[in-house]
């Protein structure tokens, strides 16, 4: 199977789940990823549209913890993070994603921790993105904890990373944590 295809399958398969199921799940993934970040100083994450698992309550908690919070920004074909103080500092940008209108560009390095977006993964802590590989070229010279959060049903049994994919550290779906062994 195709990555264009199973990204098909999981948009329709996510936009398919009940707003209850949805809730529910993502209240186990939220506070899963809780514990995650107990250690986190400076959390890079994306703001979620449409389906995608709700990022906005994780990034208002963090910052109410004093953890330092990053979000990405699409700017030409090049996609930097900025230290956000509060959801205010978002305005719909790129494909209609919110984005910050701040502008404290972040230090890559600085990011211990990565909360990156996905449509597909599987055990090897592959995952299949947008197509447009921003995440990919983002963290290739870095090396921040990077998790993906998902609902199970997003998991595919079947191999299909290729040579530029980089692979996350863990998974946390509603059914709990998938370490991924290197």
Do not use: W
Not at 20 to 39: N, P
Not at 133 to 140: A, F, R, V, W
């Amino acid at each position: 199977m195709h990555k264009k295809d199973i990204a098909k399958e999981m948009l329709r398969k996510r936009s398919n789940l009940s707003s209850e199921e949805a809730l529910r799940y993502q209240s186990v993934i939220y506070e899963t990823c809780l514990g995650v970040l107990k250690t986190a100083r400076h959390v890079g994450i994306y703001v979620s549209f449409n389906d995608e698992v709700d990022t906005h309550h994780l990034i208002q908690t963090l910052l109410d913890s004093k953890i330092r919070v990053s979000v990405p920004k699409i700017e030409g074909s090049v996609m930097n993070f900025y230290e956000i103080e509060s959801l205010t500092q978002l305005e719909p940008g790129h494909f209609g994603v919110h984005e910050p209108i701040t502008r404290a560009l972040t230090n890559p390095d600085c990011i211990d921790f990565m909360i990156v977006p996905l449509l597909a993964f599987n055990r090897s802590g592959y995952r299949v993105g947008y197509g447009k590989g921003y995440y990919d070229t983002y963290l290739k010279d870095i090396n921040p904890y990077k998790i993906g959060i998902a609902y199970d049903f997003q998991e595919v049994a079947i191999e299909f990373q290729e040579g530029h994919d980089i692979a996350l550290d863990a998974i946390v779906t509603n059914e709990g944590i998938i370490h991924v062994k290197k």
